[in-house]
């Protein structure tokens, strides 16, 4: 008998071992459990960082992209504007010789009624040739008497001239003209030392 208390002390401790064994395991295992879900955590707030970051940068570049898209309107706006203030100044700066030589034409001196006929025709188209272009916007370039402006003036020749003051346009030599703020000749001018 003592034989199977033996063996019955024995089978308990064994079986109270294993328990110890399990409860151990379990214990063990739970925290596993939790540090699993932790690094779950982790990983998941990372990966909610991340897209947040790329939530950010999207927004970012997408505010980029709508203020170029805006400055480009705007550019392409004032570009069409330029374009319709200044449509003219490709056949206005063609036609002014043209304009030169009607000047040039109507300066001539005659002494025949015939001639003089002619001559009033020639001066009643190039007012309208000259109406025509200022309704485009086109000006002359007032020079005589005012001071040099390397802007609106070449300077072709200079005099000494006591009636004028230092740097005055004392003479044109040929008409400057500007379309609208525009200068698209310059009026070539004797000026004053």
Do not use: C, W
């Not at 998941?44 to 505010?63: G, K, P, Y």
């Amino acid at each position: 008998m003592e034989d199977k208390q033996k063996e019955t002390a024995e089978f308990e401790q064994t079986e109270n071992a294993e328990t110890y064994v399990e409860a151990d395991q379990t214990a063990g295992s739970e925290p596993s459990d939790n540090e699993g879900e932790t690094a779950e955590t982790t990983e998941e707030q990372q990966r909610i960082s991340e897209l947040e970051t790329n939530l950010a940068d999207t927004e970012n570049r997408l505010l980029r992209v709508q203020a170029d898209f805006e400055n480009f309107k705007r550019r392409t706006r004032e570009d069409n504007a330029a374009q319709l203030k200044y449509k003219s100044q490709s056949l206005l700066t063609q036609l002014l010789p043209a304009l030169d030589n009607f000047e040039r034409a109507l300066d001539v001196k005659v002494e025949d009624a015939q001639a003089a006929s002619v001559l009033q025709g020639v001066e009643m188209v190039y007012r309208q040739l000259l109406e025509a272009m200022k309704s485009e916007g086109l000006e002359v370039i007032d020079s005589e008497g005012s001071a040099f402006d390397p802007n609106l003036h070449q300077a072709v020749m200079q005099v000494q001239d006591e009636k004028y003051e230092s740097n005055v346009v004392v003479e044109t030599l040929q008409k400057g003209y500007r379309l609208k703020d525009r200068v698209i000749r310059p009026a070539m001018v004797k000026v004053n030392q």
